[in-house]
């Protein structure tokens, strides 16, 4: 059976998603950005159902040295909760940098602070962050290249 990616760049107001399949290419999805943890997690369980996703690849927050940060414990519990309710295999990536690799991809950059605004409000930025994330992860192990 294929391989069907979910990238997620964890937040807790706003939860960047990218997919991918076998063929190696992240792209970013819609963010989880409802009001509420319920109403975000019903969003990511919609989206592993359309998308029929196998493995769930979550931003894990270390220090550019490599070494826990205290929001490590904030995402462990989020991972948790994802296993809880979908049962599905979570590999935690080193997420360091990525938000910074993101604002140099894709997207309009934002001409005045209010659209800068509205850009984090929707989350466009998480999920391209989510989107180099997960595009990391699939090059490290040599799928889709």
């Not at 997620?8 to 943890?37: K, M, N």
């Not at 995402?75 to 979570?90: C, H, K, Y």
């Not at 930025?125 to 799928?143: P, T």
Request: with cysteine; aromatic share 6%; glycine share 10%.
């Amino acid at each position: 059976m294929a391989q069907v990616f979910l990238g997620i760049d964890y937040g807790s107001r706003r939860v960047g998603l990218s997919h991918a399949d076998e063929l190696g290419f992240a792209f970013p999805l819609p963010a989880a950005v409802a009001d509420g943890a319920e109403a975000r997690f019903a969003q990511i369980g919609q989206e592993i159902v359309r998308l029929k996703v196998t493995l769930l690849v979550l931003g894990y927050p270390l220090s550019v040295e490599g070494a826990r940060t205290q929001r490590c414990d904030e995402v462990d519990a989020f991972a948790d909760e994802l296993t809880r309710r979908f049962g599905l295999p979570i590999e935690k990536v080193d997420e360091a940098l990525t938000s910074q690799a993101a604002d140099g991809l894709g997207g309009r950059k934002a001409r005045s602070v209010k659209e800068r605004q509205q850009q984090v409000r929707s989350g466009e930025r998480d999920s391209r962050a989510a989107a180099v994330l997960l595009q990391d992860f699939l090059n490290s192990r040599g799928i889709g290249s």
